[in-house]
Protein backbone atom coordinates (compact mmCIF):
# COMPACT_ATOMS: atom_id res chain seq x y z
CA UNK A 1 0.00 0.00 0.00
CA UNK A 2 1.41 3.29 -0.78
CA UNK A 3 0.32 6.57 0.38
CA UNK A 4 0.38 10.05 -0.83
CA UNK A 5 -0.46 13.09 1.47
CA UNK A 6 -0.74 16.32 0.08
CA UNK A 7 -2.87 19.52 0.20
CA UNK A 8 -0.68 21.30 3.22
CA UNK A 9 0.83 24.98 2.98
CA UNK A 10 0.95 28.47 4.62
CA UNK A 11 -2.99 29.92 5.72
CA UNK A 12 -2.94 32.39 8.38
CA UNK A 13 -4.69 32.12 11.74
CA UNK A 14 -8.70 31.49 11.54
CA UNK A 15 -8.16 30.10 7.99
CA UNK A 16 -9.01 26.40 6.20
CA UNK A 17 -6.85 23.49 4.86
CA UNK A 18 -8.09 20.39 3.09
CA UNK A 19 -5.72 17.58 3.28
CA UNK A 20 -5.91 14.59 0.64
CA UNK A 21 -4.15 11.35 1.38
CA UNK A 22 -4.59 9.31 -1.35
CA UNK A 23 -4.27 5.23 -1.46
CA UNK A 24 -2.88 3.14 -4.25
CA UNK A 25 -1.53 -0.72 -4.15
CA UNK A 26 -4.58 -2.39 -2.26
CA UNK A 27 -7.38 -1.70 0.15
CA UNK A 28 -8.69 -3.77 2.42
CA UNK A 29 -12.75 -3.48 3.30
CA UNK A 30 -12.07 -3.70 7.36
CA UNK A 31 -8.86 -1.41 7.34
CA UNK A 32 -8.72 1.69 8.47
CA UNK A 33 -6.87 5.52 7.64
CA UNK A 34 -5.38 8.06 9.83
CA UNK A 35 -4.34 11.19 10.18
CA UNK A 36 -1.38 12.77 12.60
CA UNK A 37 0.70 15.72 13.01
CA UNK A 38 3.75 15.90 13.98
CA UNK A 39 5.56 19.06 15.34
CA UNK A 40 9.69 19.87 15.57
CA UNK A 41 11.01 17.75 18.49
CA UNK A 42 7.77 16.39 19.16
CA UNK A 43 6.07 12.84 18.81
CA UNK A 44 3.52 11.95 16.19
CA UNK A 45 -0.03 12.55 17.45
CA UNK A 46 -3.12 11.26 16.56
CA UNK A 47 -6.18 13.32 14.98
CA UNK A 48 -8.41 11.40 13.04
CA UNK A 49 -9.29 8.32 11.94
CA UNK A 50 -12.31 6.14 9.61
CA UNK A 51 -12.32 3.01 8.24
CA UNK A 52 -12.91 1.98 4.81
CA UNK A 53 -16.08 -0.18 5.24
CA UNK A 54 -18.00 2.24 7.57
CA UNK A 55 -18.27 5.90 8.52
CA UNK A 56 -16.82 5.42 11.70
CA UNK A 57 -14.69 8.22 12.69
CA UNK A 58 -12.56 8.64 15.84
CA UNK A 59 -11.23 11.96 16.84
CA UNK A 60 -8.52 13.34 18.99
CA UNK A 61 -10.90 15.50 21.71
CA UNK A 62 -8.42 19.21 21.01
CA UNK A 63 -9.56 19.01 17.46
CA UNK A 64 -13.29 17.99 17.31
CA UNK A 65 -15.68 20.34 15.81
CA UNK A 66 -12.54 21.54 13.90
CA UNK A 67 -11.70 18.62 11.87
CA UNK A 68 -13.48 16.80 9.99
CA UNK A 69 -11.85 13.26 8.57
CA UNK A 70 -13.98 11.61 5.10
CA UNK A 71 -13.33 9.59 2.60
CA UNK A 72 -13.86 9.00 -1.24
CA UNK A 73 -14.13 5.02 -1.61
CA UNK A 74 -13.90 5.11 -5.43
CA UNK A 75 -11.01 7.79 -5.58
CA UNK A 76 -9.19 5.35 -2.63
CA UNK A 77 -8.86 8.76 -0.79
CA UNK A 78 -9.32 10.17 2.83
CA UNK A 79 -9.49 13.71 3.49
CA UNK A 80 -8.84 15.80 6.52
CA UNK A 81 -10.63 19.01 6.89
CA UNK A 82 -9.12 21.64 8.79
CA UNK A 83 -10.86 24.63 10.08
CA UNK A 84 -10.30 28.12 12.01
CA UNK A 85 -6.59 26.72 11.94
CA UNK A 86 -4.50 28.04 14.80
CA UNK A 87 -0.68 28.32 15.48
CA UNK A 88 0.04 25.51 17.25
CA UNK A 89 -1.32 23.49 14.46
CA UNK A 90 1.78 24.11 12.39
CA UNK A 91 3.01 20.63 12.00
CA UNK A 92 3.96 17.96 9.25
CA UNK A 93 1.24 16.08 8.63
CA UNK A 94 0.68 11.98 8.01
CA UNK A 95 -1.27 10.00 6.82
CA UNK A 96 -1.01 6.42 7.83
CA UNK A 97 -2.67 2.81 7.42
CA UNK A 98 -3.70 0.07 9.22
CA UNK A 99 -4.45 -3.35 8.03
CA UNK A 100 -7.20 -5.36 9.58
CA UNK A 101 -6.60 -7.04 12.83
CA UNK A 102 -8.30 -9.79 14.45
CA UNK A 103 -9.15 -7.94 17.89
CA UNK A 104 -7.59 -5.11 20.01
CA UNK A 105 -7.66 -2.14 17.15
CA UNK A 106 -5.91 1.11 18.50
CA UNK A 107 -6.24 3.89 15.99
CA UNK A 108 -5.18 6.54 17.95
CA UNK A 109 -1.37 4.99 18.39
CA UNK A 110 0.87 6.11 15.46
CA UNK A 111 2.82 2.21 16.28
CA UNK A 112 -0.55 0.24 14.94
CA UNK A 113 -0.43 1.74 11.77
CA UNK A 114 1.17 -0.22 8.85
CA UNK A 115 1.99 2.31 6.12
CA UNK A 116 2.32 6.05 6.17
CA UNK A 117 2.66 8.86 3.76
CA UNK A 118 5.66 10.86 2.85
CA UNK A 119 3.89 13.77 5.09
CA UNK A 120 2.46 17.17 3.85
CA UNK A 121 3.32 20.62 5.89
CA UNK A 122 0.78 22.89 7.65
CA UNK A 123 2.13 26.42 8.59
CA UNK A 124 -0.59 28.56 10.08
CA UNK A 125 0.64 32.03 10.69
CA UNK A 126 -0.83 34.44 13.55
Known amino acids: VQLQASGGGLVQAGGSLRLSCAAS????????VGWFRQAPEMEREFLAA????????QYRESVKGRFTISKDNVKKAVYLQMNNLKPEDTAVYYC????????????????????WGQGTLVTVSS
Open 96 to 115: GFQKPRLSGRDYTGAKFYDY
Open 50 to 57: ITWSSTST
Open 25 to 32: GGTFPSSA
